[in-house]
T-cell receptor, first 116, second 116 residues
Framework: AQSVAQPEDQVNVAEGNPLTVKCTYS??????LFWYVQYPNRGLQFLLK??????LVKGSYGFEAEFNKSQTSFHLKKPSALVSDSALYFC??????????????FGQGTTLQVKP | EAGVVQSPRYKIIEKKQPVAFWCNPI?????LYWYLQNLGQGPELLIR????????DSQLPKDRFSAERLKGVDSTLKIQPAELGDSAVYLC??????????????FGEGSRLTVL
């Protein structure tokens, strides 16, 4: 069965410091991995994805994520956090294959709080 | 470009009453999804449409939930009768066929249901 774990309910960082939001996954076959962000009273927004290729993927708003196959992880990172990055972040996975189109399995979410 | 539009944003009903949610996807997006988001959890797929055809409804509780996308554009999700455990946020998302393959979904702001 596919699953995603986000071990931290909340991550607190000071503005200007680097941030990491952790994600581990379990899926048979090749994983497609994603990060989405949800700002208060807004819909989820796509941030970035890993399908294949370079293990370090770059996305919107200066975020990046590193795919680590041996550790089955896909941690979200940013070198310098902004207060405006404060939001709820979701990691998601799906199995490759056309039958799984759009069938994302989401983690429970991690609240990022960036303090000035 | 207009995003995914959902209505109503909030709905409060008594148990056993019916309720319906409406979604208008992004123009040109053939694929439409309904996701359920319980408090403190990530979204879970209920149903996926390719144009007017429901191609994945395996997670939709068919005893009380129904959905339709008659003309391949707007969609309606109905619950009849509602139960206390149905209190959640119902998210609609859309994508192009390619976007669905690569996990790039566009989400609406959601419809928050409270069942009393």
């Amino acid at each position: 069965a596919q699953s995603v774990a986000q071990p931290e309910d909340q991550v607190n960082v000071a503005e200007g410091n680097p941030l990491t939001v952790k994600c581990t996954y379990s899926v048979s076959g090749n994983p497609y991995l994603f990060w989405y962000v949800q700002y208060p009273n807004r819909g989820l927004q796509f941030l970035l994805k890993y399908i294949t290729g370079d293990n370090l993927v770059k996305g919107s708003y200066g975020f990046e994520a590193e795919f680590n196959k041996s550790q089955t992880s896909f941690h979200l990172k940013k070198p310098s956090a902004l207060v405006s990055d404060s939001a709820l972040y979701f990691c998601a996975v799906r199995r490759s294959g056309s039958s799984n189109t759009g069938k994302l399995i989401f983690g429970q979410g991690t609240t990022l709080q960036v303090k000035p | 470009e207009a995003g995914v539009v959902q209505s109503p944003r909030y709905k409060i009903i008594e148990k056993k009453q019916p309720v319906a949610f409406w979604c208008n996807p992004i123009s040109g997006h053939n694929t439409l999804y309904w996701y359920l988001q319980n408090l403190g959890q990530g979204p879970e797929l209920l149903i996926r449409y390719e144009n007017e055809e429901a191609v994945d409804d395996s997670q939709l509780p068919k005893d009380r939930f129904s959905a339709e996308r008659l003309k391949g554009v707007d969609s309606t999700l109905k619950i009849q009768p509602a139960e206390l455990g149905d209190s959640a946020v119902y998210l609609c998302a859309s994508s192009t066929r390619q976007g669905g393959s690569t996990g790039e979904l566009f989400f609406g702001e959601g419809s928050r249901l409270t069942v009393l």
